[in-house]
């Protein structure tokens, strides 16, 4: 062997570096779709995602975020921008419209969203204030139950419902079979009073419709409202002003008519509550599956948000949303109607 040859077996550059060390850091795990061939093909109908361009489209958005929102401080993982094309049938403009919203309703509403995991919401989650069903619908769709009755105003404010409802919109958002079929929202309000339905206020009411229609990446294919009294029309009519016509087109109204609500939800995913054949309504076991995702929430909502109010400025505020003074006056004209309707 040469003396060249053996000079290049031993040189420092190669012979004193780990194999380790030659290599390159390990890449983070790329996208894997989940979805059956049949969620394929309901994505590519009803939301326009074609399998073979979909990492191309997810980097388009990635180059977006990146050129004209720089500062938002957002993920930038494959399957977490999947979420906001799909919710936006993957028009680029509104999904990256969809996702500065995201990250302004929540640093504009501190109330909700600090410290937001579910081991400070132990409280509402032993309530029963909300579950999610065991069975989805025919269409595929999650069932969130939510019973305001439930809730004793003396207790904690409000603002710890809505916190404990985005919580479980944010775990359910997790499935790729959530992101194409959407969920059902079933609310139940029997018992709820007036003095606890003058709680939700025009301020709440254009805060969370804001977040629902504008800044969460979820499909609402329909709210089922069961059980409603008379007050109901009073908080309807705070709720109606902020909803666009798609939505307040899936709102509906059965009253103590389960049987209506069962030509929507077939009796086999309701507990008997409902008159379904699912067995009693269990709280717990949703509650657990929160509960059980404490590190991945902190990791999500206890860190300190980067400052860029400069890119949230200029974020378009969800549609529907009112001035201070607007909903002054809505507040005067909703305590007539709660009045009126009760």
Not at 60 to 66: E, K, S, T
Not at 93 to 100: E, I, M
Not at 143 to 167: F, H, K
Not at 261 to 279: C, D, M, Q, V
Request: negative net charge; aromatic residues 8%; charged residues 25%.
């Amino acid at each position: 062997m040469s003396e060249e040859s053996d000079s290049l077996r031993t040189s420092p550059s190669a012979a004193s570096l780990s194999e380790n060390e030659l290599l390159p850091p390990p890449e983070p795990p790329g996208y894997v779709c989940t979805l059956t061939e049949e969620l394929v093909t309901k994505a590519r109908e009803e939301l326009q995602e074609k399998p073979e361009w979909r990492l191309r489209d997810v980097q388009a958005l990635r180059d977006m975020v990146r050129k004209e929102c720089p500062n938002l401080g957002t993920s930038l993982d494959d399957a977490f921008l999947l979420r906001f094309l799909r919710a936006r049938k993957f028009d680029y403009d509104r999904a990256l419209q969809l996702l500065v919203n995201y990250h302004s309703c929540r640093r504009s509403w501190p109330e909700v969203f600090h410290n937001l995991r579910p081991s400070a919401l132990r409280d509402v989650l032993a309530s029963g204030f909300l579950t999610v069903l065991p069975h989805t619908d025919p269409r595929g769709c999650h069932v969130l139950c939510i019973r305001p009755d439930r809730w004793i105003p003396s207790n904690y404010p409000i603002t710890e419902n809505i916190r404990a409802i985005y919580l479980t919109l944010e775990k359910l958002i997790q499935s790729e079979e959530t992101q194409v079929n959407g969920i059902v929202i079933l609310a139940d309000y029997k018992g709820v009073s007036l003095s606890k339905a003058s709680h939700f206020g025009p301020f709440i009411a254009k805060k969370v419709i804001g977040i629902l229609q504008d800044g969460f990446p979820i499909r609402i294919k329909a709210v089922h409202v069961v059980n409603e009294p008379r007050i109901f029309k009073g908080i309807f009519a705070i709720i109606k002003p902020f909803l666009k016509e798609k939505i307040a087109n899936r709102f509906f109204l059965h009253g103590s008519d389960l049987n209506s609500l069962h030509t929507n939800l077939p009796r086999s995913i309701l507990p008997k509550e409902y008159g379904g054949t699912a067995g009693e309504l269990d709280t717990a076991t949703w509650s657990a599956v929160l509960l059980a995702s404490e590190d991945d929430f902190v990791k999500e909502f206890c860190q300190p948000q980067p400052t860029c109010d400069s890119v949230l400025g200029q974020a378009l505020l969800p549609e529907g949303l009112t001035s201070d003074a607007q909903c002054d006056d809505s507040m005067r004209a909703m305590k007539s109607q709660l009045y009126a309707c009760y």
